[in-house]
């Protein structure tokens, strides 16, 4: 069945590609763009058709999905000589999937309201593996009645998706989830460099620290790949360092000490610092362990 309602999606990396696959597979059709066609090839096989630009991905869809790396892309997709909000039409939805900094989604939102276009900021979690199976939780701040209007094309990437409040509080909120999860990692990967110094194995310490009050998505998702050795991304190191920066520069805002998540962006500088920014976060053991 082919829905009405015609989709544009910028970015289709890690994530953003299995999310149009979704898309592709319910029946909408997705014009699609990112900066490298060649990364969109897969997608353009099973339907999806290619736009040379933003603007042109925007243009005569009803929603527009943005999920890209920096605020600084947000804004160039957004604002840009080539930017969505010159095509969109009004009454389209723009909806930002990008982790990004809550006063920007704020002006998105100002500026997509002159135009006649409605605007929700919607960050996910739940990296490639949540992409794939279609179970991202997702965080939306904007107008509540878009947001519900929007909530059945939602569902079709996503599990836990919850209304946080007005725009910038999906991201607001995504920073609370970045927050725990920079605290976390260095727990996981202090776990296991000490029970690879204690010489156990290590396969068997998951499995009994990974169900009790220890367990958490990062240790029983990640901490198989760091035994494994896989560092291919779910989602990108260097990504992750610009999640964290925003998160200390909110919190600095609001007179918010955050020391756990400091040293966390410090641990992660030394691996960018050593070449690893497109390896994925449970790059974090190589601190302990090179």
Not at 230 to 236: I, K, L, N
Not at 237 to 262: Q, R, S, T, Y
Request: proline share 3%.
């Amino acid at each position: 069945m082919l829905h009405t309602k015609k989709i544009g999606f910028i970015g289709t990396g890690v994530m953003g590609s299995s999310i149009v696959k979704h898309l592709l597979k319910a029946g909408y059709e997705v014009s699609v763009y990112t900066r490298t066609q060649s990364k969109a090839q897969s997608l353009i096989e099973l339907g999806a058709k290619w736009a040379e630009t933003p603007k042109d991905a925007a243009k005569n869809r009803d929603i527009i999905f943005t999920m890209v790396g920096f605020p600084i892309d947000v804004e160039e997709v957004y604002f840009g000589e080539q930017g969505l909000l010159q095509t969109a039409r009004k009454g389209a939805v723009a909806v930002d999937l990008t982790t990004s900094e809550p006063t920007l989604a704020k002006k998105i939102y100002e500026s997509a309201k002159e135009k006649g276009i409605s605007s929700i900021d919607a960050p996910v979690s739940g990296g490639d593996i949540g992409a794939q199976n279609g179970t991202l939780s997702i965080m939306a701040g904007g107008d509540e009645a878009v947001f519900n209007e929007l909530l059945p094309i939602l569902q079709i990437f996503g599990e836990n998706i919850v209304y946080q409040g007005e725009a910038g509080a999906g991201q607001h909120t995504k920073m609370c989830n970045q927050l725990l999860i920079a605290t976390n990692m260095i727990g996981v990967c202090e776990s296991i460099a000490y029970a690879m110094k204690a010489g156990l194995d290590i396969e068997r310490v998951l499995q009994s620290i990974s169900t009790g009050a220890a367990g958490s998505w990062s240790l029983s998702n990640l901490g198989p790949r760091m035994i494994k050795g896989d560092f291919e991304p779910g989602f990108y190191l260097k990504h992750f360092i610009k999640d964290m920066k925003i998160a200390i520069d909110e919190a600095e805002k609001m007179n918010l000490n955050l020391p756990g998540v400091k040293l966390s962006k410090e641990l992660y500088n030394t691996l960018l610092e050593k070449g690893y920014g497109d390896n994925g976060t449970q790059s974090l053991i190589k601190y302990y362990i090179d």
